[in-house]
């Protein structure tokens, strides 16, 4: 592990437009017992899991995904480090890849079936279990501000397309039109799949359309932060998956499944098959076993990720983080994008199954 290079002065700036912008409600006071402000700090962040292999990225693209990540990680960072509550940190970090088109989350999000791209977020505070979510919504350029705002701003915790995004209009939340979310990467993406779809059961198996690696990968994007306060937050960020129909929603927004937060145990956001993630409630069980058990933030994680999503068939992974600053990064996929600072300020980012 080592320290990373300073950091931009984009990234800078973000960091501290989400400190003085972002209205977050008051978060709970820690237990005496618990780290008091001026106590550690700490963030991880993912950006999706699957088929990721070595040289399936080329040394360019790869040098990319690095980057992307670095940039995120000391956005969240600088947040922490100015003062800033987790919840601005998870935010911080998690906006930079969503403006990324990196990544399948904002402008990077991958095309549903009827060419149109449906982003879902979801935000949580330890401190006080507050939630808020969004599904489906389709003009919003982050949606996790979107999904902090329905938390903080509503009597709600979950909204979904047009009424969500009337919301998001009446908070003063950036609207942008469709086309902003258009790459051709996810165009040609969502092509080879369906071309994959018509052949399945029209040729042999050798004569279909091959997909390439990032066809075989779950798009997520997350983060969890701990502040100096020693309160947790966590988010998760997605376009969801390629080629979807009926207005499918996976495990991102549904509070427990992909995204859990709560100071008396650990924050966590997934990244992987949705539907697995919310049959399992894989963020939540993962607190509840160290809540309720004593176990260790790495012992749960190794239970529910390694172990139980892998005997009922569940692909993906999951970054964790304690009150006492203990981060885990598991996956039980061939690769994760992943990173961390933590409370000693050393940087860690992967990708593959080092």
């Known amino acids: 592990m080592s320290r990373g290079p300073t950091l931009t002065r984009a990234a800078i700036a973000a960091a501290a437009a989400i400190v003085s912008a972002c209205a977050a409600a008051p978060q709970d006071d820690a237990a005496d017992d ?24 080329t040394p360019e693209l790869e040098a990319e995904y690095r980057a992307a990540l670095e940039q995120a990680l000391r956005a969240g960072y600088a947040v922490l480090e100015a003062g800033g509550t987790s919840l601005d940190a998870v935010v911080a970090a998690i906006m930079v890849m969503e403006d990324s ?6 402008k990077g999000a991958v095309f549903t079936n009827a060419g149109t791209n449906e982003l879902d977020a979801a935000i949580m505070d330890g401190s006080n279990l507050a939630a808020g979510a969004v599904a489906g919504v389709k003009r919003v350029k982050n949606p996790i501000t979107l999904a902090r705002a329905v938390m903080e701003k509503s009597p709600h915790v979950m909204m979904i397309g047009e009424g969500a995004e009337a919301f998001a209009a009446e908070q003063g939340i950036e609207m942008v039109d469709p086309s902003y979310f258009f790459t051709e990467r996810r165009w040609e993406q969502l092509q080879r799949a369906k071309a994959q779809e018509a052949s399945t059961s029209a040729a042999p198996t050798g004569a279909r359309p091959a997909l390439g690696p990032d066809d075989l990968k779950f798009g997520t994007v997350g983060a969890v932060a701990l502040d100096r306060a020693g309160n947790l937050a966590a988010g998760t960020s997605t376009g969801g998956m390629t080629n979807k129909r ?17 100071n008396e145990s650990c924050a966590v956001s997934a990244t992987g098959h949705g539907e697995y993630f919310i049959r399992n409630v894989v963020a939540h069980d993962i607190c509840s076993i160290v809540r309720y058990t004593g176990a260790s933030l790495a012992e749960a994680v190794d239970r529910v990720v390694m172990q139980k999503l892998v005997e009922r068939g569940g692909e993906g992974g999951v970054i ?13 996929s061939e690769g994760m994008y ?16 080092d």
């Open 320 to 332: 964790a983080l304690d009150r006492a600053g203990n981060i885990v990064m598991t996956f039980n």
């Open 34 to 57: 618990e780290p008091a402000a001026g106590g550690k700090i700490a963030i991880a962040i993912h950006g999706g899991a699957g088929t990721i292999r070595r040289g399936d990225l």
């Open 246 to 262: 009926w207005g499918r929603v996976g495990d991102v927004p549904i509070i427990g499944a992909g995204t859990y937060a709560d």
């Open 101 to 106: 088109p990196l990544f399948n989350a904002g």
């Open 338 to 353: 992943r990173g961390s600072i933590d409370t000693q300020g050393n940087m860690t980012i992967g990708i593959y199954r």
